[in-house]
């Protein structure tokens, strides 16, 4: 049974997904923790319904980012996590404690990546005159949103699409592509690194699709 760490600031729609296709026998996981810089956020409530641990560390009472960070990780470590998944994580992690654990860490970008890092990625794909968008799930490095991407879903963008309406339309494909690649991994498919993707034993030359 893969053991599955969530990083989450928000509301948990991802958490959701995964908390759902466990449920439904779908998912051979178990969620070991969820983990917040947010006290209020969506996805500690959900977890504490769902009977998952909850822990909220305030980036407040550290003196740096770093120090933040090392006391985070030393929770998430201590949850016995195989694999460490980024749900709407919003902070940059420190280098010194993405490095050590690059081969078990994902994460879930709104974006065809290597298209719009970082914010607002519905609207600057609007902005762009894209015909298409999407999500990806990547390796977690030391560097925003620029690890191998593993797996990507594209959907059309529409005519008089907004950035909500795209955003809306896009969500439950997110998910499904979340829940897909923790799948990959529980089933012992896919294994990576900061610099190569592994599928079926087969290096990787682009993104799988999950579509």
């Not at 770093?66 to 990780?73: G, I, T």
């Not at 592509?177 to 529980?186: D, G, I, M, P, T």
Request: charged share 20%.
């Amino acid at each position: 049974m893969l053991r599955v760490a969530v990083l989450a600031s928000g509301r948990g729609s991802n958490l959701r997904a995964l908390v759902d296709a466990i449920g439904r026998g779908e998912l051979a996981a178990c969620i070991v923790g969820v983990f917040s810089d947010k006290a209020a956020s969506g996805a500690l409530a959900l977890a504490r319904a769902a009977g998952i641990a909850a822990i909220h560390v305030d980036p407040k009472t550290f003196p740096s980012r770093l120090d933040f960070d090392r006391a985070l990780f030393e929770h998430v470590d201590a949850s016995g996590a195989d694999l460490i998944v980024c749900a709407g994580f919003m902070r940059i992690l420190s280098p010194e404690v993405v490095a050590p654990r690059v081969a078990r860490m994902i994460n879930i970008h709104p974006s065809l990546l290597p298209n719009y890092p970082g914010l607002h990625t519905h609207q600057r794909a609007l902005d762009a005159g894209d015909r298409d968008h999407g999500a990806s799930v990547h390796v977690v490095i030391p560097a925003l949103d620029a690890g191998p991407v593993i797996a990507q879903t594209r959907i059309a963008i529409a005519p008089g699409d907004t950035a909500e309406s795209l955003a809306a339309r896009l969500l439950p494909r997110e998910h499904a592509l979340l829940v897909q690649v923790v799948r990959w991994c529980s089933e012992g498919r896919l294994r990576f690194d900061a610099e190569r993707v592994v599928f079926d034993e087969r290096h990787l030359t682009g993104p799988l699709s999950a579509d």
